[in-house]
C-alpha cells in the first residue's frame, strides 16, 4: 500500500481565512503574537530581535503613553532607528496606565501581515465587577453602560463584562463582525510634505477633527501616540437608517474653499456658526468626557477633543487603518520641545553616510577583522524564546519576529 509522506509544516502557522497560503510576518511563532500581561507600575522589559531577511521593523505600545520615555514609542524614523535585519532593540518603560492594549509594528504594512498582539495592564487590586457590559475605552473607565453589540475600529479597545449566569451546560457565544466601513500646499491641493504642530508645555489644545468634502467615504479612527483625548463632541453627518450611507455632511463646518462642498478638499475648514469661534462650541461634555487614544471621525462629520501638553515628546497621530497611514494620513505632535528628555545611552542615531576613503575593519570577538557586522544573524526557524521573569519589580521579556507561511489571507 502507497502511502503519502506527511508534509512538514513545522513553519506553517493555522489561522482563520482564506485557504490560500501567505506570507506572514510574526513575533515568536504565533499569530496573533504572545500576550503580555502585566501589572500597573511594573517597569517592561522587552528584547527583540529583527530575524526578517531583508525588512527593517519596530514595535509600537499602542496606547501607553510613554511619560519620560518618548524613545521607546516605537515609531521608526521618529522615535528610533529602524531596527534592521540582524539588530536587536531593548524596549524599557513603565506599564501604565492599566487596561487592555496591543504591540504592534509601526513600519509598512507589517501590522497587517500579523505584527501584533495583546498587552493587558492589570491592577494589583481586585475591584468587584458590575453587572454590566461596556465598562472601559482605550485603557480608561467609562459610566457603566449596557449594550447589544460594540463597533470597534482599528486601534481602539473596549473592556467588557458578561454575566453567565444560566446553567452549567449552557454554551454562551460572542460573535465578531467585521464592518467595512509635496510642499505644494493650498486650500485645493494635498500637501505631499511632513507636517508637524509645536505644543508648548502645560497648555491646554482643544483640536478638531473634520471628516468632509473629498475626504468623506471613510470613517476614519485617529490614534495619538503619547495622550489620550479627552472627547467633548462628536458632530455626525446625515445616514440612510436602513442601509448606513450618508445621505448629507455635518453643516456645524463651512470649507470656505471657494467651491461647491462636495468637490472641497476642506482644507481652510471654520465654523459656519462665527459664535462658536475661539473655543466657544456649545454642548461640549466638559463634566465628565470620555477618554480615548483613538477616536472614530465619522464620515460627513467631527470630533472635537482637548488634550493637555505635559509629556514632553515628538508623538505620532494618524488614522489606524494601514492603508490611510501608508498613504500619508499622519502628522508628528511636537511637545514641549525644550523639556525632551535624553535619549537613552548609546541610543542608536539614524543618518547620511558620505565616503571618505577606507578605514580600519572592525573587530569582532572571536571572529578577526569583518567589514561589516559582527554576530549578524538572518534568517532560519524560529524558536519560541520568550520568557518572564519578575525581579524587583521587573518584567522582561525576549520577542523574536520572523517571516512565516500561513493560510490566514489578510484584507
Same mark, same amino acid.
Given at each position: ?14 489561522? %482563520?481565512?482564506?485557504v490560500d497560503s501567505k506570507l506572514v510576518i510574526v513575533a515568536n511563532g504565533t499569530l496573533p503574537g504572545p500576550s503580555i500581561e502585566v501589572y ?18 519596530s514595535i509600537h505600545w499602542h496606547g501607553l503613553h510613554q511619560r519620560d520615555t518618548p524613545w521607546m514609542d516605537g515609531v521608526a524614523f521618529v ?19 492599566? *487596561? ?32 454590566? @457590559?461596556?465598562?472601559? =475605552? ?9 449594550? %447589544? ?122 465654523? =459656519? ?25 465619522? @464620515? ?9 501638553? %505635559? ?16 498613504? *500619508? ?9 525644550? #523639556?525632551?528628555?535624553?535619549?537613552? #545611552?548609546?541610543?542608536?542615531?539614524? *543618518? ?5 576613503? #577606507? *578605514? ?10 569583518? =567589514? ?40
Open positions: 500500500m502507497k502511502t503519502n509522506p506527511i508534509p512538514d509544516t513545522s513553519d506553517i502557522i493555522t489561522a %482563520d481565512g482564506w500597573e507600575g511594573q517597569t517592561v522589559i522587552v528584547h527583540v530581535k529583527n530575524n526578517l531577511p531583508s525588512e527593517a521593523t522615535t528610533q532607528c529602524p531596527i534592521e535585519p540582524g539588530q536587536s532593540f531593548t524596549y524599557q518603560f513603565t506599564a501604565a496606565p492599566k *487596561g487592555t492594549f496591543l504591540y504592534h509594528s509601526h513600519i509598512g504594512v507589517q501590522r497587517t501581515m500579523g505584527l501584533y498582539g495583546p498587552f493587558i495592564i492589570r491592577e494589583r487590586t481586585t475591584e468587584p465587577m458590575p453587572d454590566l @457590559t461596556v465598562i472601559a =475605552a482605550d485603557g480608561y473607565y467609562l459610566k457603566p453602560a449596557t449594550a %447589544d453589540s460594540v463597533i470597534i475600529n482599528p486601534g481602539e479597545r473596549f473592556d467588557c463584562t458578561i454575566v453567565a449566569n444560566k446553567q452549567m451546560n449552557q454554551s454562551y457565544w460572542i460573535r465578531a463582525q467585521t464592518y467595512k466601513c509635496g510642499d505644494d500646499c493650498g486650500e485645493q491641493k494635498i500637501c505631499n510634505c511632513m507636517y508637524s504642530l509645536d505644543l508648548e508645555h502645560d497648555k491646554v489644545y482643544q483640536l478638531v477633527f473634520i471628516n468632509m468634502g473629498q475626504g468623506k467615504g471613510w470613517s476614519h479612527p485617529v490614534h495619538m501616540h503619547g495622550h489620550a483625548f479627552y472627547v467633548l463632541k462628536m458632530g455626525y453627518g446625515s445616514y440612510n437608517n436602513i442601509t448606513g450611507l450618508m445621505t448629507g455632511e455635518n453643516m456645524d463646518v463651512d470649507c470656505e474653499d471657494g467651491v461647491p462642498r462636495d468637490v472641497s478638499f476642506c482644507n481652510n475648514a471654520t465654523w =459656519a456658526n462665527a459664535s462658536w469661534l475661539g473655543g466657544n462650541v456649545p454642548g461640549l461634555e466638559l463634566k465628565s468626557p470620555p477618554r480615548k487614544d483613538t477616536i472614530i471621525v465619522p @464620515t460627513g462629520g467631527y470630533v472635537v477633543v482637548r488634550i493637555k501638553a %505635559d509629556n514632553p515628546g515628538v508623538w505620532f497621530m494618524h488614522c489606524h487603518i494601514e492603508l490611510h497611514n501608508m498613504n *500619508g494620513m499622519a502628522v508628528m505632535i511636537n511637545e514641549s520641545f525644550p #523639556k525632551h528628555p535624553d535619549p537613552p #545611552k548609546g541610543f542608536p542615531r539614524c *543618518g547620511n553616510f558620505d565616503y571618505q576613503g #577606507k *578605514g580600519p575593519g572592525r573587530y569582532c570577538p572571536g571572529e578577526g577583522f569583518v =567589514a561589516f557586522i559582527c554576530n549578524m544573524v538572518v534568517g532560519g526557524v524560529v524558536i519560541l524564546v520568550m520568557h518572564l521573569v519578575e525581579k524587583n519589580g521587573m518584567i522582561i521579556f525576549k520577542v523574536l519576529i520572523s517571516s512565516k507561511a500561513s493560510s490566514e489571507d489578510f484584507l
